[in-house]
């Protein structure tokens, strides 16, 4: 099916540990996105890629690095884990801005724990 | 940083009921997006509206968009078990803005349906 895949699904990290979280899209979207979601508090943008080659800071990037390997793929790296990076991580992709359907596609997360 | 400000932040009712959902600014918006969210998922994209005055309808959902472009309604007509879930309102910057393209979201509203 076509969309927006997410890996892992769960993990849990102790503190100081390093991991990546892996996105890939097949829609051939040029902008994707790493958000975080924590009760309360909706979705922040962490970093986004507006097109292939670029990529710049959203409203929370402290303690991540991304990469956007290809047009397709978008990865998230926690480079040393902390207990306030304990969240859900959601990755989405979008066309450039069509009116009527602009909109994300999302994938269907990962939960961290930091311990 | 623009902010969007959501309420109720949480509503219970019973089956066939109706119910309004609210999304404030004091920014103006190029588009709007009411999502959808159910627990262990991502959001899904249910409507986005463009225009100021703008109403749109989606069986018994109905979206409307403030004539100044600040804020958006979602009124759900005889309410279903089905309907439980998180939404989420977001918003893209005005044209020519720095941040378009990437959208700033509500908080949520927690919907709860009961039969």
């Known amino acids: 099916n076509a969309g927006v895949t997410q890996t892992p699904k769960f993990q849990v990290l102790k503190t100081g540990q390093s991991m990546t979280l892996q996105c890939a899209q097949d829609?051939?979207?040029?902008?994707m996105y790493w958000y975080r979601q924590d009760p309360g508090m909706g979705l922040r943008l962490i970093y986004y890629?507006?097109?292939?080659?670029?990529?710049d800071k959203g409203e929370v990037p402290n303690g991540y690095n991304v990469s956007r390997l290809n047009k397709r793929e978008f990865s998230l790296r926690l480079e040393s884990a902390a207990p306030s990076q304990t969240s859900v991580y959601f990755c989405?992709?979008?066309?450039?801005?069509?009116?009527?359907?602009?909109?994300?596609?999302f994938g269907s997360g990962t939960r961290l724990t930091v311990v | 940083t623009q902010l969007l400000e959501q309420s109720p932040q949480f509503l219970s009712i019973q089956e066939g009921e109706n119910l309004t959902v609210y999304c404030n600014s004091s920014?103006?918006?190029?588009?709007l997006q009411w999502y959808r969210q159910e627990p262990g998922e991502g959001p899904v994209l249910l409507v986005t509206?463009?225009?100021?005055?703008e109403v749109k309808k989606l069986k018994r959902l109905t979206f409307q968009f403030g004539d100044a472009r600040k804020d958006s309604s979602l009124h759900i007509t005889a309410a279903q078990p089905g309907d439980t879930g998180l939404y989420l309102c977001?918003?893209?910057?005005?044209?020519?803005?720095?941040?378009?393209?990437?959208?700033?979201f509500g908080q949520g509203t927690i919907l709860t349906v009961h039969p």
């Open positions: 989405a992709s979008s066309e450039f801005f069509t009116a009527d359907n602009y909109g994300y596609t």
């Open positions: 829609m051939n979207h040029n902008s």
């Open positions: 890629s507006a097109s292939e080659g670029t990529t």
């Open positions: 920014s103006v918006f190029s588009s």
């Open positions: 509206v463009v225009t100021g005055g």
């Open positions: 977001a918003g893209d910057a005005p044209l020519g803005g720095t941040s378009y393209g990437k959208l700033t």
